[in-house]
């Protein structure tokens, strides 16, 4: 899961969510399987990216059957289980090469999209 | 040299075990310590009131030295040295790890990573140091001789002769990793935390005689790697041949340990290299430690080899022998997710290691088969005997007039065979 787009431009926010689901081992992506995206124009609180991050979930082709993993910054370094609250898999901070290897390809997937976007 | 140790976090309780170990492996014997759970202070580090605290045990134990188990700034490191008794020197994490460094570095190369680490860690701190200086003269500032205006200049200038320098060193290693390879040689690098066992586990599985040890060709190589229970005592690398039957030559070195700043990974990068530049990475996790901390390691070490490391990882569950069973599965199951199927071992009393040999045949790039048909030339036999030393070969077949070669090899070994093949010159007919 990855969040694009934190700071105002021209008076404006636009955030894009976006979530990668995918299959990895402990430093290798096996399979992705699909993408999930959102965009939001609310300023980027914690309960606006809370928000944004669940419809990007929302908008995956299948619910994941894994956790959902995130960089310690995605959420303002709350802790897991206050995060965790939010979603209905289960939550967790990035651990493994794998898991870091998809968050970049959603961080990439993200960005593009916010610069199609504007 | 005595010291009491000092800790703060933001939340839950301060462990001290591994800022002790640093501690000991510096050097230093550490008399007390005193925890704090706050935000950090922007004057002090630690609260005011604990300041004072720290003063009072400091006169009270006579220490010489304060170690912080955080990241101190120099203004930080200045106003605390002016609450405690003079001449009471202040440590902070990454100056106590630089100290062991430098303590550890015997060769060339490990003593310009330390010297570089140093200057690195020093560049951003000039500026209030040299405004530090002007006031008074204070201990607790590495020592690094007088500060003017023109030390930052001198800094960036060392800085830049040493990369250069390591840069040559860097260069040459990976023309010897290169020539290894061509040899047939398969890159095996021991990774992991600090003190995981990762040199015990290298000499139980290496070969009893070292590949090489012209040290004038080969400075890396080394008759034993360092094995005892104290922190950071392998800083250089140690290559020896593993005793298995692919040729697979095994590098153990410098382990890792949590909240390294990027400054210092960078300047170990070069020794870093011999993992990063690997074909298969052993990452070594003592086992009989706590599932929470042995899950905190792990994740450093994905920390670590994140940005560069582009060979497959296969985790080694090292010292079995000191948990049962039982512990045991019980942590295979907690790592599942960040090593889905490693292999456990005990390098000290040398259980299972026959399976963690078949795993890493199984793990590297497979060897290609290949078939030469050599005409009976004058230098044939040599080639023959070239691919024994650089080759897994099968079977060779002789008849009056032809050798039949059946090996498997590294894709570079086959190239080189077929070139050499297609030089060899057919006798003319009598």
């Known amino acids: ?118 | 040299m005595n010291t009491v140790i000092v800790k703060r976090v933001d939340e839950g309780t301060a462990d001290t075990n591994e800022i002790r170990d640093l501690a000991r492996a510096a050097g230093y014997t550490v008399l007390d310590e005193l925890t704090q759970t706050r935000t950090e202070d922007a004057a002090y580090h630690i609260g005011e009131g604990k300041v004072a605290e720290l003063s009072s045990l400091v006169a009270r134990t006579g220490v010489e030295t304060v170690i912080f188990d955080n990241r101190l700034g120099p203004y930080q490191i200045y106003n605390i040295g002016r609450e405690i008794p003079e001449d009471v020197e202040v440590i902070d994490r990454f100056t106590l790890i630089l100290d062991i460094f430098g303590q550890r570095a015997q060769t060339r190369k490990a003593q310009l990573q330390v010297e570089l680490a140093e200057l690195r860690y020093e560049l951003p701190r000039v500026d209030a140091k040299v405004s530090l200086a002007k006031r008074e003269e204070h201990p607790g500032f590495m020592g690094l001789g007088e500060y003017d205006e023109s030390r930052e200049r001198d800094i960036k200038s060392q800085i830049s002769r040493i990369k250069e320098e390591l840069a040559s060193i860097a260069e040459t290693e990976e023309h010897r990793r290169e020539e290894r390879r061509e040899s047939g040689f398969d890159l095996v690098a021991l990774a992991g935390y600090t003190n995981a066992g990762k040199s015990t586990l290298l000499r139980r599985l290496a070969a009893d005689l070292a590949v090489d040890e012209n040290e004038d060709l080969h400075p890396d190589l080394d008759t034993t790697a360092e094995s005892e229970d104290r922190l950071f005592t392998t800083l250089g690398t140690t290559t020896r041949r593993a005793d298995m039957e692919r040729d697979v030559l095994l590098t153990d070195t410098v382990g890792f340990i949590s909240d390294l700043p990027h400054w210092l990974v960078e300047s170990f990068r070069s020794t870093l290299d011999e993992v990063y530049r690997a074909d298969l990475v052993l990452l070594v996790v003592d086992v009989s430690e706590p599932i929470e901390e042995i899950r905190e390691k792990v994740v450093t070490c994905h920390d670590t080899l994140y940005e560069r490391n582009e060979a497959p990882i296969v985790t080694v569950l090292n010292k079995i022998d000191a948990v049962d069973e039982a512990e045991l599965e019980e942590k295979r199951a907690a790592l599942s997710a960040l090593a889905p199927d490693p292999v456990a071992v005990s390098g000290k009393e040398g259980l299972n290691v026959e399976a963690l040999t078949d795993r890493i045949a199984a793990d590297l790039p497979p060897l290609r088969e290949e078939r030469l048909v050599l005409p009976m030339a004058e230098d044939t036999m040599s080639l023959v005997s070239w691919l024994y030393d650089n080759a897994c070969v099968e079977e060779v077949t002789y008849d009056a007039d032809q050798v039949l070669v059946e090996f498997a090899a590294r894709p570079s070994v086959i190239e080189r065979s077929r070139s050499k093949a297609s030089e060899l010159t057919i006798p003319e007919s009598a």
């Open chain 1, 1 to 118: 899961m990855d969040i694009s787009g934190r700071h105002e431009e021209r008076g404006e926010y636009l955030m894009v969510g976006a979530a990668v689901a995918a299959s990895v081992g402990s430093n290798r992506i096996r399979e992705v399987t699909g993408i999930g995206l959102a965009t939001s124009r609310l300023e980027p609180t914690l309960e606006a990216t809370l928000s944004i991050a669940d419809e990007a979930i929302g908008a995956l082709p299948d619910l994941p059957e894994g956790p959902v993993v995130a960089e310690r910054g995605e959420f303002y370094e709350e802790p897991e289980r206050a995060v965790g609250a939010s979603f209905a898999p289960e939550f967790k901070y990035v651990e493994s090469i794998g898991e870091r290897r998809t968050i970049e390809i959603a961080h990439h997937a993200a960005y593009a999209t916010r610069a199609l976007i504007l």
